[in-house]
């Protein structure tokens, strides 16, 4: 059995139940590799909300899929006597099945197991093979934590026996972006804390606390580099110990080069140094000075551009999951700013040799049809997928902020069309403003589909898909009380005087409304909406340059420093992200549709049935006909094809709407 979807696919022969209730307290059923297993062997998922009314139907429907010869599975997910209690008639025909972690790991702990794989199904992926040679061995308690610790986290306390092994074990853990569950992280400190020569560390500040280390690494990086000057321009080496640790030690370099590609740590002014670029010749300082901003750019744009054509040659042989496209992602919008600000110096000093715009056009082009692709075949298999420490689409935050709240106030920052390039332009503008003070993390997210604010922005605020709000699809009006409702509904210790929800533009003078709402003394959860870049966005004639420009512009006067400043002053917890993103793209022809259209965008059309969609297809033959499960049955969207818009043809304008990476992929950011 090589993997773990292969033990619950061995009840589910073709054609082996008609009606099946399974309980599935640990989720296992939300990976999307195992949905498309089982639909494959003919089976259809259905996922149990406790809507009795939709059940009935869903069983109904059940017998016309036995009479075509599919199987139904009703996932019940609650509690292990949720099943129970449904109607008897569904139950007495039923197969009655359950699956859980411990049927997978018989031999290791079962509370471990449910505390530390609970969030994440990529850990049981990893897990799986080498927890089965454990075989016939029991593991304890300890025991499980231990190999925990070194199967997922590559974290083995009991190897660490210096500074550069323990920075070494953190910079991994850090460069993986991977947050240690509590029970296993008092248990790596446990260990550690019986070696008297690393007593010195603070170690729980720097394991947990991803910011934290950053700004100490980053001082640390600072001093290495300063002494590394002094020696250069020395004769002697220097008798009196150095405060600055050993960053050059050959088990170190890797993950601080990785450290500096991936923007964690930000190189170091070789002016700022007062040194000079023959001075740094043979000398290991890696990506942490920077000599240069425009050599550093191209450099930079050279190596993101060579990362992200081996990740895509990799897709043709691996299927990418969503974990790699938001791995890809920061990739790719850094890519996108280099080029747009390098560009035209690249054209002028190397394109015969390089050939930079076939070679990024090409890219983009490969970017775009794998995307598309992997998109049209996974999306609809997302939308269930647990929230864990990161939520893997829009509809998920409110969920995954209800479970983070603690005592301090939540404030939800939307910034309405940020595209992942233009969140770059504006976090660099950020960190030089605010320095130590302005410490982002996060990841990717999906939008919802279309990238239509009234539908991407709207599932944010409700929490749920745009099928739940089928009666508002096409405004933002319900946006505030959706968002009273969730968190009402979510949390018994709110009510509606703790909740507040506020849509700005994103001018200086806004910050006074912000004010107002923050002074109510009971102000607990804030939802706040700023409209500047979707309307730089929807008046930009320069392409993805001019909104760069335009979003630095706007960052530079001052509104999001003192809007985040503002809220740590009243130590809220502040997390960030955005609706959709857009893209420059090229109009092929608008289409006539005249009052047959729903909703007329510049990058999707929306229809009420395929009827009409398909006569609009037939002028368009390039546009892409697809229905994502998680609109309203009578939403039938056509999208433009590649970086095209249904507008005068040869116009050139930025938008959204579309299914590309820039439109769909959108930073989700906790700002501390």
């Given at each position: 059995m090589t993997s773990?979807?292969?033990?619950?696919?061995?009840?589910?022969?073709?054609?082996?139940?008609?009606?099946?209730?399974?309980?599935?307290l640990d989720r296992l059923f939300d990976d999307t590799e195992l949905q498309k297993n089982l639909t494959t062997r003919g089976y259809k998922l259905i996922f149990y909300d406790g809507d009795s009314i939709a059940l009935r139907h869903d069983y109904e429907t059940s017998h016309r899929l036995k009479a075509a010869?599919?199987?139904?599975?009703?996932?019940?997910?609650?509690?292990?006597?949720?099943?129970?209690?449904?109607?008897?008639?569904?139950?007495?025909?039923?197969?009655?099945?359950?699956?859980?972690?411990?049927?997978?790991?018989?031999?290791?702990?079962?509370?471990?197991?449910?505390?530390?794989?609970?969030?994440?199904?990529?850990?049981?992926?990893?897990?799986?093979?080498?927890?089965?040679?454990?075989?016939?061995?029991?593991?304890?308690a300890t025991a499980t934590k231990d190999f925990l610790l070194r199967s997922i986290f590559f974290l083995d306390a009991h190897l660490i026996q210096n500074d550069i092994d323990l920075l070494r074990s953190i910079l991994q853990l850090h460069h993986r972006g991977l947050l240690l569950p509590s029970i296993l992280l008092d248990r790596f400190i446990e260990i550690l804390k019986t070696k008297p020569q690393l007593a010195k560390w603070d170690l729980k500040t720097i394991i947990i606390d991803r910011p934290a280390f950053l700004n100490?690494?980053?001082?640390?990086?600072?001093?290495?580099?300063?002494?590394?000057?002094?020696?250069?321009?020395?004769?002697?080496?220097?008798?009196?110990?150095?405060?600055?640790?050993?960053?050059?030690?050959?088990?170190?370099?890797?993950?601080?080069?990785?450290?500096?590609?991936?923007?964690?740590?930000?190189?170091?002014?070789?002016?700022?140094?007062?040194?000079?670029?023959?001075?740094?010749?043979?000398?290991?300082?890696g990506r942490g000075i920077a000599i240069d901003p425009e050599t550093d750019r191209q450099l930079d744009l050279q190596t993101a551009i060579t990362e992200i054509e081996a990740c895509l040659l990799?897709?043709?042989?691996?299927?990418?999951?969503?974990?790699?496209?938001?791995?890809?992602?920061?990739?790719?919008?850094?890519?996108?700013?280099?080029?747009?600000?390098?560009?035209?110096?690249?054209?002028?000093?190397?394109?015969?040799?390089?050939?930079?715009?076939?070679r990024w056009n090409t890219l983009q082009q490969q970017l775009d049809s794998t995307f598309q692709s992997w998109l049209q075949t996974n999306y609809d298999g997302l939308y269930n997928?647990?929230?864990?420490?990161?939520?893997?689409?829009?509809?998920?935050?409110?969920?995954?902020?209800a479970r983070r709240r603690s005592t301090n106030p939540i404030a939800l920052i939307v910034l309405d069309g940020m595209a992942f390039d233009q969140w770059l332009v504006l976090r660099d503008v950020l960190a030089e403003q605010m320095g130590a003070a302005f410490s982002p993390t996060g990841r990717a997210t999906l939008a919802m589909l279309p990238t239509l604010t009234s539908i991407s922005r709207q599932?944010?605020?409700?929490?749920?898909?745009?099928?739940?709000?089928?009666?508002?699809?096409?405004?933002?009006?319900?946006?505030?009380?959706?968002?009273?409702?969730?968190?009402c509904n979510s949390d018994s210790s709110l009510f509606?005087?703790?909740?507040?929800?506020?849509?700005?533009?994103?001018?200086?003078?806004?910050?006074?409304?912000?004010?107002?709402?923050?002074?109510?003394?009971?102000?607990?959860?804030?939802?706040?909406?700023?409209?500047?870049?979707?309307?730089?966005?929807?008046?930009?004639?320069?392409?993805?340059?001019?909104?760069?420009?335009?979003?630095?512009?706007?960052?530079?006067?001052?509104?999001?420093?003192?809007?985040?400043?503002?809220?740590?002053?009243?130590?809220?917890?502040?997390?960030?992200?955005?609706?959709?993103?857009?893209?420059?793209?090229?109009?092929?022809?608008?289409?006539?549709?005249?009052?047959?259209?729903?909703?007329r965008g510049e990058r999707?059309?929306?229809?009420?049935?395929?009827?009409?969609?398909?006569?609009?297809?037939?002028?368009?033959?390039?546009?892409?006909?697809?229905?994502?499960?998680?609109?309203?049955?009578?939403?039938?969207?056509?999208?433009a094809p590649d970086r095209t818009a249904f507008v005068r043809s040869g116009e050139q304008l930025v938008c959204h709407g579309g299914i590309s990476i820039e439109e769909v992929i959108v930073p989700f950011i906790s700002i501390k």
């Open positions: 773990w979807r292969d033990r619950i696919l061995s009840e589910f022969l073709p054609d082996a139940h008609s009606w099946v209730i399974m309980t599935d010869g599919m199987g139904t599975i009703l996932i019940v997910r609650d509690d292990a006597t949720t099943a129970r209690r449904l109607p008897y008639d569904l139950l007495s025909v039923a197969t009655l099945l359950s699956f859980g972690l411990s049927d997978l790991f018989p031999y290791l702990n079962d509370p471990i197991i449910a505390q530390c794989l609970g969030l994440d199904l990529t850990h049981i992926d990893i897990i799986f093979a080498p927890a089965q040679a454990l075989a016939p061995q029991m593991l304890g100490w690494f980053q001082a640390q990086w600072q001093l290495f580099a300063q002494e590394k000057v002094r020696e250069l321009r020395s004769a002697e080496s220097y008798k009196t110990k150095s405060p600055a640790l050993p960053l050059d030690n050959p088990d170190l370099r890797f993950h601080i080069e990785e450290l500096f590609r991936v923007g964690l740590l930000q190189p170091i002014s070789a002016q700022n140094l007062s040194i000079r670029v023959n001075e740094l010749k043979g000398q290991w300082l990799k897709f043709d042989t691996q299927p990418p999951s969503h974990q790699d496209w938001f791995a890809l992602t920061p990739i790719w919008a850094k890519a996108i700013v280099h080029w747009h600000a390098t560009k035209d110096r690249c054209r002028s000093l190397s394109e015969r040799e390089l050939g930079w715009q076939s997928y647990p929230v864990g420490d990161s939520p893997v689409m829009l509809h998920h935050i409110p969920k995954f902020l599932a944010i605020f409700a929490g749920k898909l745009p099928s739940s709000f089928a009666d508002s699809l096409n405004t933002t009006a319900k946006e505030a009380k959706h968002w009273e409702t969730f968190w509606r005087e703790n909740i507040a929800y506020l849509n700005i533009v994103g001018d200086l003078a806004d910050l006074e409304k912000v004010r107002l709402v923050l002074s109510h003394p009971r102000q607990k959860v804030l939802g706040l909406v700023v409209d500047k870049i979707d309307n730089i966005m929807h008046g930009m004639t320069l392409g993805t340059a001019g909104m760069h420009a335009q979003v630095n512009q706007w960052a530079q006067q001052g509104f999001m420093k003192s809007l985040l400043e503002l809220l740590r002053d009243r130590n809220y917890d502040i997390y960030l992200t955005a609706d959709h993103g857009n893209l420059a793209a090229t109009g092929i022809g608008q289409p006539s549709e005249r009052a047959f259209a729903d909703v999707v059309r929306i229809y009420s049935n395929t009827t009409l969609r398909e006569a609009t297809q037939a002028r368009f033959p390039t546009a892409i006909g697809w229905t994502p499960k998680i609109l309203p049955a009578d939403s039938i969207p056509l999208f």
